[in-house]
């Protein structure tokens, strides 16, 4: 097995990306949204695909044209607007219960004010709210507010454990603290979605295809996997 660093350094995370931009697509930012949309957008993302997130927050915006309306129309309604997100009986009170705490310390559902406030800050008022995790609320800060955030979701959790970039057994939420900061701020949003496609195509959970990887002589988990039978 060759020799890897047991966390990632600047320098890696670079060559990282570079490696992955040579055979993905161009990167593309996503289209940026009032924060509120972005948050309840990333709710909605929650165990399923992009697919049908962006169908379910349509469908959403299209039966209440104010957040305040779903605010007010009963969660059987609201779940029925999301159904296929998935998961909507569980996201639909989650929802609700995020409008209302907004407008009870703001006053009115809208988080505009929190483009003045420093990054630990926002990552600290957003994560405070029901059912809001560091990923979402790095989202929000990557996508919504063009701040250098790493969002750590499923892909980028499975890929970093086995690149070797955090120690077996890491938490999504503590590879997000012990990532963020060793990535440098220019990389993060780019290397967040590179991380993401490479993990739905090439580093996928079962039967990874490390032997057609352009990181496997990275990567602290390849050559075992391969040598056990357990990726192509």
């Known amino acids: 097995m060759p020799k890897v660093d047991p966390a990632v350094t600047p320098r890696r995370a670079r060559a990282v990306l570079n490696r992955l931009a040579k055979v993905q697509e161009a990167f593309e930012p996503k289209v940026r949204r009032p924060i509120v949309d972005e948050l309840l957008m990333t709710i909605l993302s929650q165990h ?25 129309a009963d969660v059987d309604e609201v779940a029925d607007a999301i159904r296929s997100g998935g998961l909507a009986d569980q996201k639909a009170p989650r929802i609700k219960a995020i409008l209302d705490e907004i407008e009870a310390r703001e006053g009115r559902v809208d988080l505009a004010r929190l483009n003045d406030l420093p990054d630990a800050e926002v990552e600290a008022y957003l994560t405070s709210l029901p059912g809001v995790g560091p990923k979402t609320a790095a989202c929000v800060l990557c996508f919504s507010m063009g701040r250098a955030a790493f969002p750590v979701d499923t892909h980028v959790h499975r890929v970093a454990l086995r690149l070797g970039w955090v120690p077996p057994k890491t938490s999504a939420d503590a590879a997000h603290k012990l990532l963020t900061p060793r990535i440098p ?16 195509t090439v580093c996928v959970a079962r039967m990874p295809r490390c032997s057609e990887c352009v990181l496997l002589d990275l990567c602290g988990a390849g050559p075992g996997l391969l040598a056990a039978g357990d990726a192509r």
Do not use: C, M
């Open 185 to 200: 701020a220019d990389v993060r949003y780019p290397l967040h979605v590179a991380l993401i496609d490479h993990g739905r």
């Open 48 to 72: 399923t695909s992009d697919v049908n997130t962006a169908r379910a927050f349509a469908s959403l915006k299209e039966r209440f044209r104010t957040w305040e309306q779903v605010q007010d």
